[in-house]
């Protein structure tokens, strides 16, 4: 960890490109609905790849890169910055991991290559998100229709137990220049020749992510969610380098 923080530091655009897409969709939350909820005691861990995002750590819709903004109190009209940050964020995505990697090789990275990068595989995070949403909507109506709140709670670990699996389902679209399919086999293979070592990192994220997201919401007010912007950028972009690094590792060893 100590080299992904110090890798970190030495790239600050990477830093940056989580900052600016969240300070972004919390203004037009802001300007859409407002500041909404009340601080509590409440807790959501992540296991999010890629770029960062304070939307991922919070229960409270406030940020518009998330599917969960679009709710009864939001008109139509206001989707529509909504799926334009989530094309933002899926093109952001390809650009970040590329930069991950870059970092990890040692090679400068840039804008211009960070927006390239983002082009090249922007449509396969947009169908890899579709799949993951349909795939848990499904799974969960499911199970719930025929166990009650206990298959809530099985999807749940279901959930988690594939994502374990499927850890680098996203690194590997990017990294290894693979389709979805191919991209959750080679997922499936990493994580096989690296479990101790990729769960290890797993669990760092899960804690990180449950203690900045307990803070944010017992201190819930625009304040907090400003600071938490910058801090979860470089958290999680520690631990994302880390996944890289481990990534690449495993990539040369096989």
Known sequence: MKKAFR?????????????????????IGLMIVGFIGVPSLSVRLILEMGIPSVSYISNIPQLINQMQFMGDTVTVRAWIPVIFMLLLMAFAQGGYIASLRNIVEGTPISMGQFMKDGKKHWVRFIFLFMIITAAKTAITTLLAAFLG?????????????????????????V????????????????????????????????????????????LWSPAAVMMAIPICAVVMGVIQIAFMQLLLSNKAST
């Open 7 to 27: 890798l970190l530091f030495r790239n600050p655009l990477i830093i940056i490109y989580p900052i600016i897409l969240d300070a972004l969709s919390f203004i």
């Open 149 to 173: 709140i206990i298959g809530i709670f099985l999807s749940l670990i279901l959930f988690v137990v594939l994502r374990f699996i499927f850890i680098y389902v996203e690194y590997c679209i």
């Open 175 to 218: 990294a290894d220049q693979l389709n979805i399919d191919a991209a959750f086999r080679q997922s499936r293979r990493y994580f096989q020749v690296s479990s101790y070592n990729t769960s290890g990192i797993i669990i760092v994220m899960m804690i990180s992510s449950g203690v900045i997201s307990l803070l944010l919401h017992y």
